[in-house]
């Protein structure tokens, strides 16, 4: 059994063990695999584990080995699932293992805009608070959460966990979705209500055809001066020129990405270049123990499949 993983360095820069998935097979990881070399290191392969390169149908039909793909992500657009199914390999993927790590990032871009924590640090080491005649200053307006409207687009298991840590906070809680839930705790609305009534917008929606550049000049046009919008889905939900003009013309006051349209992107993006925009490096389910909750599964989804009981599996 011969199972390759071409996309290995993200998930596992070296701080986590490959070790549990050699007694499956002759195993073998690459760091990270450019796109003229995956064939050639997977022609040979029964499993194979991939992240971003992407397994093309004509790929697919020159790997008659092949049975299984384990993904080491949530979503399965680098391959086509009905083809791959068409030919009888199985997709498996690794669902909600990020939850809490991408609720935390949320919060941790919302608390630096109201609370300007970086930006003060940075003023008293520079000297400001010994030479300040008072007891305290402040260099930026400070804003409460509690009373505040947070709008969520999307409400899977990560749109959940914003809107009970935004429940902690005080906030109100707004939530567009095509599958609401009954709950006490948020409202859910139409989309332009979302937009114009809430204070922090975040995005938690897949990227299909409906929700492409659902963030464009139109819905930003609808949106609070004042608002703050954050996305840690995916880049292309978002119309990123359309984006920083309304950062670059004060349409809106804040904005916060984990995720680009390309990444890494490339040095026009007008997000690099726009006023009051935080943009972190694809971030949000990284942290060490996130990525060993992702081992964990894609351990088990291969086991599984290898015993003859697949889960996880996007091409039942």
């Not at 993200?10 to 073998?28: A, H, I, M, Q, R």
Request: proline share 5%; charged share 25%.
């Amino acid at each position: 059994m011969k199972i390759v993983n071409i996309d290995g360095v993200c998930t596992n820069p070296g701080d986590l063990s490959w070790e549990p998935f050699k007694k499956y097979g002759d195993f073998v990881v690459y760091d990270r695999t450019e796109p003229d070399e995956i064939y050639d290191r997977i022609k040979d392969a029964d499993c194979i584990i991939i992240n971003k390169s992407i397994i093309t149908n004509e790929m697919l039909a020159k790997l008659p080995k092949l049975k299984y793909v384990g993904l080491q992500s949530t979503g399965y657009n680098i391959i086509d699932i009905h083809e791959a199914k068409r030919r009888g390999i199985v997709v498996s993927n690794i669902p909600a293992y990020s939850t809490n790590a991408v609720a935390q990032l949320v919060f941790a871009m919302i608390l630096e805009v109201t609370n300007k924590v970086k930006l003060h640090s940075d003023s008293v080491h520079s000297g400001d608070w010994c030479a300040c005649p008072d007891f305290c200053y402040w260099k930026s307006p400070l804003e409460e959460l509690d009373s505040k409207t947070i709008g969520i687009i999307g409400f899977g298991s990560i749109g959940k966990r914003v809107a009970n840590i935004a429940t902690a906070f005080g906030m109100k809680v707004l939530v567009n979705t095509p599958h609401p839930v009954d709950s006490e705790d948020v409202s859910f609305v139409s989309l332009d209500t979302l937009l114009s009534e809430s204070d922090i917008i975040t995005c938690h929606c897949p990227l299909t055809e409906s929700t492409e550049k659902l963030i464009n000049k139109d819905t930003i046009a609808k949106m609070k001066r004042s608002a703050i919008f954050i996305n840690t889905s995916r880049g292309p939900v978002v119309d990123e020129d359309a984006l920083a003009d309304a950062l670059n013309s004060d349409r809106i006051r804040y904005a916060c990405v984990d995720v680009l349209s390309v990444e890494p992107p490339s040095e026009d993006n007008p997000l690099l270049s726009a006023k009051n925009c935080i943009i972190t490096p694809h971030i949000a389910w990284a942290a060490v123990e996130t990525r060993a909750r992702l081992l964990e599964i894609l351990e088990a989804n291969l086991k599984a499949f290898l015993e003859g009981h697949p889960q996880n599996v996007v091409n039942p």
